[in-house]
Nanobody
Framework: QVQPVESGGGLVQAGGSLRLSCAAS??????VEWYRQAPGNQRELVAN??????????NYADSVKGRFTISRDNAKSTVYLQMDSLKPEDTAVYYC?????????WGQGTQVTVSS
């Protein structure tokens, strides 16, 4: 059973940084995604990291490109989301999703609040 566990959320002032972690509880996964959802908004795919022979690839939503960085530590089965230059509009619950063998596994989420 794959159970992603997010951590690292909290309250930060605008312009600050946070690093979210996703402990994937599995050493084999093809894709890990970070989503976020703010109250009243649709869920948004923020970033993903895809396994590949040449080290894989990363993708970002336009709203976070240049500010957020997704990375993975295979030895720890952990994926990180480094969030810099945070804005109040980044406030949301952030979810980690692990894709393995065609199934998607969601974490419970971690709250990120950015004050102006």
């Amino acid at each position: 059973q794959v159970q992603p566990v997010e951590s690292g959320g909290g309250l930060v002032q605008a312009g600050g940084s946070l690093r979210l972690s996703c402990a994937a509880s599995t050493s084999i996964f093809s894709i890990v995604e970070w989503y976020r959802q703010a109250p009243g908004n649709q869920r948004e795919l923020v970033a993903n990291i895809i396994s590949g022979g040449s080290g894989g690839s990363t993708n970002y939503a336009d709203s976070v490109k240049g500010r957020f960085t997704i990375s993975r530590d295979n030895a720890k089965s952990t994926v990180y989301l480094q969030m810099d230059s945070l804005k109040p509009e980044d406030t949301a619950v952030y979810y980690c999703v692990v894709l393995k063998f065609g199934s998607r596994y969601w974490g419970q989420g971690t709250q990120v609040t950015v004050s102006s």
